[in-house]
C-alpha cells in the first residue's frame, strides 16, 4: 500500500468532459480511497463522491458511493466480505456473486483495484468482474471484464488491454509504477 501517492488526479475527456481528485490513506488493513468527480455527459452535470474501503490484497470490502444530479441525490453503500460475496444498501446482492472489486462509471481510479490484486506479468491474462456503479442513479449492476498485461511502454511503464464486452468496450491502458492509470483513451488521463 506504500507505493500509492498520496494524492491523485484525472481530466476526463471523450466519452464525459470534467475532473477527478483522489486521497489515499493507508491503514492497518489496507487502503481507504477517498474521491469526487465533477462532470458532463450526455447532457448531464453531475457530481460522485466516494470512499473505498480495500484490504491488504485490494479486494473491495466497501465503497459508500454518492451521486448529485439536477434530480436530486442517491446514496449507496456497496459492501463486500472479500470472498465475493456482497451487499447492496444491506440486501443481498447475488447478482454480483464472484466479483472482488468495484468499479464506478464517473471514475478513472477503479480500473487500479484489479491490476493491484491480479499482479499480472507480461503476457498474462484474467477476468475481473465488478460491482459496477452508474451514472446518474448509482444502480448497482454486475460487469464482465478482463485484463491482458501487453509490453511495457515508454519508461517501463505497465501496459494493460482492457475489455467490457457488454459495452463492447476494449481499449489499451497506461499505467504508471503505483498501477495507477495514466492514459485510458477516451476516458481520462492522468493530470497530477
Not at 96 to 104: A, H, N
Not at 181 to 192: C, N
Request: aromatic share 8%; charged share 20%; proline share 4%.
Amino acid at each position: 500500500m506504500s507505493q500509492v501517492p498520496a494524492s491523485a488526479c484525472w481530466r476526463h475527456e471523450g466519452l464525459r468532459s470534467g475532473f477527478e481528485v483522489v486521497h489515499f490513506t493507508p491503514h492497518a488493513d489496507g487502503l481507504r480511497i477517498d474521491g469526487t468527480t465533477v462532470g458532463l455527459q450526455d447532457g448531464l452535470a453531475f457530481v460522485v463522491s466516494y470512499k473505498l474501503n480495500v484490504d491488504d490484497a485490494w479486494r473491495t470490502r466497501q465503497a459508500q458511493v454518492r451521486t448529485r444530479t439536477s434530480s436530486g441525490s442517491i446514496e449507496r453503500l456497496v459492501e463486500a466480505d472479500g470472498m465475493g460475496h456482497w451487499l447492496v444498501d444491506a440486501h443481498e446482492a447475488h447478482h454480483l456473486d464472484g466479483c472482488t472489486d468495484v468499479d464506478l462509471e464517473s471514475s478513472a481510479v477503479t480500473n487500479a483495484l484489479p491490476i493491484h490484486r491480479l499482479g499480472l506479468t507480461q503476457g498474462q491474462s484474467a477476468t475481473a468482474p465488478a460491482a459496477y456503479v452508474r451514472l446518474p442513479d448509482a444502480e448497482v449492476q454486475r460487469l464482465e471484464q478482463s485484463y491482458t498485461r501487453l509490453e511495457d511502454q515508454d519508461n517501463g511503464h505497465p501496459y494493460y488491454h482492457y475489455q467490457a464486452p457488454a459495452f463492447e468496450f476494449r481499449a489499451n491502458l497506461l499505467y504508471d509504477h503505483a498501477s495507477l492509470i495514466l492514459k485510458y483513451p477516451g476516458i481520462a488521463t492522468r493530470a497530477g
